[in-house]
């Protein structure tokens, strides 16, 4: 089983703005959900624990786990740019992602996804026969971009819609047959 867990609360989701690699890390209330996600988890042996390289998501991790996690660049948070730390309603979009004719530094989203679909298929290369347990712990755009590995790439191409709210998580398994973005 994998579990794909996003990290609990900080000051800028707290504060409603955009939280990309320049984010912060828990707050108490996001060591909390962590602490609740630890009980509701209590009986899951993990056998691995991988976490994208932002402190929020290595606590949140630590916390659950009791483990250091491998962290993996691959599953860093998607790069907002300039747009990092603004205020969501004052962020001009295209699409699910800060409009990159107007904010430097944006992430190509298709990259992204490659990034992130590119671990996934490690990861199911070297793990799907293993009957083990597995804890990845990101952001709203990596579970998003994991929940789109499995299910696949929506119509309208918002991988948020399968993303968690902070400090919540999704279980999914591999299959038989390799997964949908194939």
């Given at each position: 089983?994998?579990?794909?867990?996003?990290?609990?609360?900080?000051?800028?989701?707290?504060?409603?703005?955009?939280?990309?690699?320049?984010?912060?890390p828990?707050?108490?209330?996001?060591?909390?959900?962590?602490?609740?996600?630890?009980?509701?988890?209590?009986?899951?042996?993990?056998?691995?624990?991988?976490?994208?390289?932002?402190?929020?998501?290595?606590?949140?991790?630590?916390?659950?786990?009791?483990l250091?996690p491998?962290?993996?660049?691959?599953?860093d948070?998607?790069?907002l740019g300039?747009?990092?730390?603004?205020?969501?309603?004052?962020?001009?979009?295209?699409?699910?992602?800060?409009?990159?004719?107007?904010y430097?530094?944006?992430?190509?989203?298709?990259?992204?996804?490659?990034?992130?679909?590119?671990?996934?298929?490690?990861?199911?290369?070297?793990?799907?026969?293993?009957?083990?347990?597995i804890?990845?712990?990101?952001?709203?755009?990596?579970t998003?971009?994991?929940?789109?590995?499995?299910?696949?790439?929506?119509?309208?191409?918002n991988?948020l819609?399968?993303?968690?709210?902070?400090?919540?998580?999704?279980?999914?398994?591999?299959?038989?047959?390799l997964?949908?973005?194939?």
């Open positions: 089983m994998i579990y794909v867990v996003r990290h609990g609360e900080t000051d800028l989701n707290k504060e409603g703005r955009l939280q990309g690699r320049m984010g912060l828990l707050n108490e209330k996001g060591k909390q959900q962590a602490r609740e996600m630890k009980e509701m988890l209590k009986t899951v042996q993990f056998d691995l624990v991988f976490s994208s390289p932002q402190e929020r998501a290595v606590q949140t991790a630590v916390i659950i786990t009791n250091e491998i962290v993996d660049s691959r599953l948070v998607f790069d300039e747009a990092d730390q603004s205020k969501k309603e004052e962020v001009k979009l295209k699409g699910a992602i800060p409009d990159p004719t107007i430097k530094g944006v992430e190509d989203i298709k990259s992204y996804v490659g990034r992130i679909f590119d671990f996934m298929v490690q990861l199911e290369e070297q793990y799907k026969s293993n009957s083990g347990n804890l990845i712990t990101g952001h709203r755009c990596t998003g971009c994991i929940g789109a590995y499995f299910k696949g790439i929506p119509e309208d191409k991988i819609c399968y993303s968690s709210n902070n400090g919540e998580f999704k279980i999914y398994t591999f299959k038989e047959e997964n949908v973005h194939r």
